[in-house]
């Protein structure tokens, strides 16, 4: 974090790849501790080797509530933690008129109750450092798709804007204590975006979408987006639904039926 001269223990969960690997990496780069969550605990490892006196592997399912909530006690050393970052994540998408709940439970499985077990598990570690020079912080990988309705995206939207609004509920009862950053990251070239089949507008590489988060932690600031250019794009669909959801939604449906 920009300017900070004291080292941060950190907790990033979705750390094996995408945006959370480079969130790790440029962390560490920076001499913070990083705790790395994520299933696939040879990633971790790969990972850990860049920068082994500062990234500690912690392999972990976010879905599996118990083992979230004692993964942080197996750190050795670990007195409390200055930051919480959220990215650990899925995408999957609905084929209307299929709803396919068991698809729906599954993203919000982890999209949702993962961060809510990561939150659940690191609050007592967060609550330690109340009082300190740096205020303890959670950072919420959230996703500009909550901006409006998107197509297929019953499932993904709805599990971020329910994490939206989980970490704004948290704001209300802790933001004293804690400080609660909500970002919306636009498309990011990732193995979550790696399936799509339309045009992503603005992509972004996952160290460029990463740094934006690092920079920007230490502004406190409740809400971010980035790129500012679809976050303005779809800051007017909201304020139009009639024309988003009529007319732009109709030539939207219509091209992607062309491309397949
Ligand atoms: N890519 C985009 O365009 C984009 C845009 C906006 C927001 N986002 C958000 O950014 C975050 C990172 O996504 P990404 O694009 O970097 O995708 P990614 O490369 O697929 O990374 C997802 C990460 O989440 C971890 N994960 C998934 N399920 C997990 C589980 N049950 N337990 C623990 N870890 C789990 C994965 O690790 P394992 O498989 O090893 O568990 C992986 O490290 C997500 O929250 C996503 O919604 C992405």
Redesign the pocket.
Known sequence: MKGHQKTLNCWV?????????EIVLQLAKKGHRVYA????AA??DALSAAYPACIVPLA????DEQAMSGLLAQAEGLQHLDVLI??????EYVDVPDIDTSLIRRVM???FF?AVNACKAALPWLKKAVGSEFKPRIIG?????TVTGFPRNEA?GSS?AAFEYFLDALRCDIGHQIQITTV??????????AKNDFP?PFLMQ?DE?ANQVVSRVEQGRLRFAFPWQLDWMLGIARMFPRLWYGPVMRQLLQKSRTNT
């Open positions: 969960t979705g750390a094996s790849s995408g945006l959370g690997r969550t994520a299933r696939d990633a971790l972990c399912d976010v879905t959220l990215s650990a994540g899925i995408c499985e982890t999209n993962g990988i959230s996703s500009l798709s993904y971020k919306r990251p636009g498309f990011i070239q990732t193995a979550l975006t992503m996952a979408a």
